[in-house]
């Protein structure tokens, strides 16, 4: 059996982290992953449960295929709880494929970081086993230096996502601040337009009255009008 262990700080806060962590595959630097499909999700206590099917393709070299078998795609159960209140993401992944010989169960912890809020610090951890077959020290050393590798990949293509959710962040933040200025903008042209209109048909009536009035008045001022009937 051997342990594997390691330690990283994101300069990011836990929120950004843990959301880059469930949009982390499929992804160009770490291409091992293949796929994700869920196969159960629950809320319970305020935790957020998720059960998923990993998708991997873990080469093997030719030796160790014929010891243990082949397979095109390795698939790996994933079961993870995401508290946030307690700020505290936990996954836990174990190995189906190959199981008969090789167990490779890894847990990783997100949390804030004890000393600076604004980071999150990640925990991984993985215990592997071989047994039942020749070589199994050496078995296990490969595996441990593979995850040892795709856990260094895995890093970056967390970087890589944050950086890619916070473009989308800003894009969405200039296509709002566009759309409000051109409603504003087109407010502001329909309140121009109807106090044109507005000024136009006061100006309309008052235009109105005045004629009305000039000729009430031409029409009393008449010398006809002035004439009193004789009897």
């Known amino acids: 059996m051997k342990i594997w262990q390691t330690e990283h700080t994101f300069n990011h806060p836990w929120e950004t982290v843990t959301q880059a962590a469930w949009r982390k595959y499929p992804n160009p630097i770490n291409s091992s992953v293949i796929g994700t499909d869920v196969i159960d999700r629950k809320v319970v206590g305020g ?24 397979a095109k795609v390795c698939y790996a159960s994933e079961k993870s709880e995401v508290d946030p209140d307690g700020r505290q993401m936990v996954l836990k992944t174990r190995n189906l494929t190959f199981c008969n010989h ?39 050393d490969l595996l441990t230096s593979r995850i040892s590798f795709n856990a260094s990949k895995g890093r970056q293509a967390m ?42 048909g006061m100006d309309d009536l008052q235009t109105a009255a005045i004629k009305s009035f000039d000729e009430i008045h031409n029409l009393t001022s008449s010398p006809s009008s002035q004439s009193m009937p004789k009897f």
Do not use: C
């Open 47 to 70: 935790v957020l449960h998720t059960h998923r099917l990993v998708s991997t393709r873990f080469g093997f070299p030719k030796w160790a295929q014929a010891l243990i078998g082949h």
């Open 102 to 140: 090789i167990a490779v169960d890894e847990t990783v912890r997100y949390t804030p970081h004890p000393n600076d809020p604004n980071k999150t610090l990640l925990r991984q951890e993985a215990v592997v086993t071989v047994s039942g077959v020749p070589l199994t020290d050496y078995m296990e």
């Open 159 to 200: 970087e890589w996502v944050i950086e890619k959710l916070e473009l989308e962040v800003k894009e969405f933040a200039n296509s709002a601040v566009k759309s409000t200025d051109e409603l504003f903008t087109q407010t502001r042209r329909q309140i121009d337009d109807l106090t044109t209109k507005t000024k136009k």
